[in-house]
C-alpha cells in the first residue's frame, strides 16, 4: 500500500467521540464504561482544569474562581488546552472528548483542528437525563480527585466509604457540587452548550440517549457506538 494510503487507512481506525449531558447527567460514569468496551482513551475536560488547579500552575490560578463559581472558562484558553492534549495523543487511538467543546465557538475550531491531526468527528453522544434525577443525584456525588473517579453514595458507593476503590485515599465533595453553583452550571448548559445540540444534529453525527441512570444508558450507547468499530 502506498505510504499516504497507509496513513490514511490508520488515521480512519482513530475513532474520535464526544460525549453531551448537562452536569450530573452521568457523563463521567459512562465514559468510563465507553473507554472499558471500546478501549478508548477519554479527555475530560473538567477533570484536566482540576487537575492544574490541585497542581497549582498558572492555568490552574488562572481558572480557579471561574470553576468555584459555575461559570465557563474562555474559549480562547480551553481551545488552547485542548489542542495540547489532543495533539499529545495524535497516535493514541481512540479518543472521546468529555466536557470539550461547551461552546459554538469551541466546536467549530474542533472541526477545523481535528484534521490537523489526523482526526475527525465519528459520533455525538447525547445524554437526556431528566432533571429532578439529576438534582438528587448531585448531593451524592463524591470524587477521588486526582484520577477524576466519581461515587455515588446512593447508587455507587465506594468499598470504602470516604476512600477510593484503588488507591484507599480519601475522597472530596467537588466545590462546584453545591446546589447553589450547581443551578448556575445546569443554567450555563441549557444558555450555552445546549444549542451545540442543533449544530451537531446538523452534521448527522448526534445519537441522543434518554435514560434516568447509567444502566439504562449504556446499553443504548453500545449499540450506537459499536458499528463505528
Ligand atoms: P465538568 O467536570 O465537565 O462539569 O467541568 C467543570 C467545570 O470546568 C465547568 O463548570 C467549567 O467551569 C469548566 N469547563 C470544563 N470544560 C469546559 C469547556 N469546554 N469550556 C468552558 N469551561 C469548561
Known amino acids: ?7 490514511a487507512v490508520a488515521a480512519r481506525s482513530m475513532r474520535t467521540f464526544l460525549i453531551m449531558g448537562c452536569p450530573g447527567s452521568g457523563k463521567g460514569t459512562l465514559s468510563k464504561r465507553i473507554a472499558n468496551t471500546f478501549n478508548v482513551k477519554t479527555l ?7 487537575h492544574h488547579i490541585q497542581q497549582g500552575t498558572e492555568l490552574g490560578k ?13 474559549d480562547a484558553i480551553m481551545v488552547d488546552l485542548m489542542h495540547h492534549e489532543l495533539i499529545d495523543h495524535v497516535h493514541g ?4 472528548l468529555d466536557g470539550f467543546p461547551r461552546t459554538v465557538g469551541q466546536a467549530r475550531d474542533l472541526a477545523e483542528f481535528l484534521p490537523k491531526v489526523k482526526r475527525r468527528l465519528d ?5 437526556d437525563v431528566p432533571e429532578e434525577v439529576i438534582l438528587d443525584r448531585i448531593d451524592g456525588r463524591w470524587i477521588h480527585a486526582p484520577s477524576g473517579r466519581t461515587y455515588n453514595m446512593s447508587f455507587n458507593p465506594p468499598k470504602v466509604p470516604g476512600c477510593d476503590d484503588i488507591t484507599g485515599e480519601p475522597l472530596t465533595k467537588r466545590p462546584d457540587d453545591t446546589r447553589e453553583v450547581f443551578g448556575e452550571r ?3 448548559y441549557h444558555a450555552i452548550t445546549e444549542p451545540l445540540l442543533e449544530y451537531y444534529r446538523e452534521t448527522g453525527l448526534l445519537q441522543v440517549h434518554t435514560g434516568s441512570t447509567s444502566n439504562e444508558l449504556f446499553p443504548k450507547i453500545k449499540a ?4 463505528l468499530f
Not at 487511538?93 to 472521546?96: A, E, F, Q, R, T
Not at 450506537?224 to 458499528?227: A, C, F, K, M, T
Request: aromatic share 0%.
Open 62 to 74: 488562572r481558572v480557579t474562581a471561574t470553576l468555584a463559581s459555575g461559570g465557563l472558562v474562555d
Open 44 to 50: 475530560s475536560s473538567g477533570d484536566i482544569l482540576r
Open 123 to 127: 459520533a455525538v453522544v447525547s445524554l
Open 224 to 227: 450506537g457506538l459499536e458499528p
Open 1 to 7: 500500500m502506498a505510504p499516504t494510503a497507509a496513513a
Open 186 to 188: 445546569l443554567r450555563q
Open 93 to 96: 487511538g481512540h479518543v472521546l
